[in-house]
């Protein structure tokens, strides 16, 4: 799908004005209550109460060790072409080759194009759940099968999510899933084993000066979110000094959000703050919140600009709502102006994956900005972004 949002013509923006608001993240947020240590924490959902499983400070930790775990090095792996970057960095560095597939305007990788792709040098079949929204597993599977190739599931941008009752990430080989883009949590990334294979435990902890100045960051956006103009007074005023004392001393944080791999850090694991976090959440309530504010958006803007995904199938936790615009950084700088934070979603893949052998990636890469629907906000934050996006394009 091309891009049509267009661009106003100059001051039409400024024309209409919302209400003065407070700032909108574009990740949930963390607050107090989600630190009380608990005694008897309920079992979480899949992924977190499967046994098989281990807990990295990124999920490029997960797709570094399946490498490993399932000896893919030396071997052909098929990737879709619409990719983050940082894992197929991981990939490499792990020692498995890239090869890409194509992915449509809606986010849908190619079966054809992928079964097309098999050569006597294929290992493996790379799958990424988009935003939260399942590829057709039962034929990928069915692939894999047939050709003896194992299946790595990538569910970074999909934890919580399901295809009707069955959870993405828990039929492949491999499952991989990033925390800490779905929850309020400073770190995490976990490896899921869907069948007896064998990867090592992380060896070392996270840094706590890492974990602690992400968790604060977090609170501070809830500060931003909550408390109006002054909160976002507040969150800026303490992230400048933050970065100042950063620069005077030389302290160099482990970065979550980054966009290259370090393999110097692939084997650090999830810190101890993030489990205390996870066991205080309510699961089926951010997957119910995150649902709705999907519905709110969709119904708004599904006439202004056309939406990639059409439904909201049953099990899906969206992680986002993916507006597609012409000129995605014009789009981001008036919907910041309006309080309103976005992520430019993936402009760049991988270097590998040439640029102009697949145009619908091509048309992604330029035109989706991420719109936050996650479980801080509410319906009336959801109008509001909604008018915001309008005024924008009226
Ligand atoms: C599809 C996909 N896989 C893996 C990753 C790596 O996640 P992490 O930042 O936890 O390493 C990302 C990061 O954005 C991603 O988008």
Not at 148 to 173: Q, T, W
Not at 267 to 284: H, P
Request: glycine letters at 8%.
């Amino acid at each position: 799908m091309v891009a049509t949002l267009t661009q106003a013509a100059p001051g039409a923006a400024a024309a209409v004005r919302l209400p003065r608001r407070r700032v909108l993240p574009c990740l949930p947020t963390l607050w107090p209550s989600m630190l009380a240590p608990r005694l008897r924490p309920r079992p979480g959902p899949f992924p977190f109460a499967w046994p098989d499983a281990r807990r990295y400070y990124f999920a490029r930790n997960a797709a570094f060790t399946a490498v490993r775990v399932l000896g893919l090095e030396r071997h052909e792996v098929l990737v879709p072409a619409y990719h983050h970057g940082v894992e197929v960095e991981a990939l490499e560095a792990a020692g498995a080759e890239p090869r890409f597939v194509r992915v449509d305007g809606r986010m849908q990788l190619d079966l054809e194009h992928l079964e097309a792709s098999i050569g006597p040098r294929t290992r493996a079949l790379y799958v990424i759940h988009y935003a939260g929204f399942p590829q057709p597993m039962e034929e990928i599977l069915a692939m894999g099968h047939r050709y003896g190739l194992s299946v790595l599931e990538d569910s970074a941008l999909a934890l919580l999510s399901r295809d009707g009752e069955v959870p993405l990430g828990s039929r492949g080989d491999i499952g991989i899933f990033c925390l800490y883009k779905t929850l309020p949590v400073p770190n995490g990334g976990v490896l899921v084993m869907n069948r007896p294979l064998d990867a090592p435990d992380p060896a070392r902890g996270a840094p706590l000066g890492s974990t602690l100045s992400h968790a604060a960051g977090s609170f501070l956006a809830h500060v931003a979110l909550r408390w109006g103009p002054g909160g976002a007074a507040v969150r800026e005023s303490i992230r400048r000094t933050g970065r100042a004392l950063r620069f005077a001393t030389g302290l160099r944080t482990l970065s979550t959000g980054t966009t290259h791999f370090d393999a110097a850090a692939a084997d650090v694991g999830m810190s101890r703050l993030t489990e205390v976090i996870l066991d205080n959440l309510d699961y089926d309530q951010i997957v119910e919140v995150r649902r709705r504010n999907w519905s709110l958006l969709y119904s708004r803007l599904r006439e202004v600009a056309p939406p990639v995904h059409h439904e909201l199938p049953a099990g899906v936790c969206p992680l986002f709502y993916p507006l597609v615009c012409e000129d995605k950084e014009w789009a981001a700088a008036r919907l910041l102006a309006r309080g309103v934070e976005t992520v430019d979603f993936w402009r760049d893949g991988h270097p590998a994956c040439p640029r102009g052998a697949f145009p619908e990636v091509d048309a992604l890469r330029r035109g989706v900005l991420e719109l936050p629907l996650h479980q801080d906000l509410s319906p009336d934050d959801m109008e509001y972004l909604a008018s915001a996006v309008e005024e924008i394009l009226s």
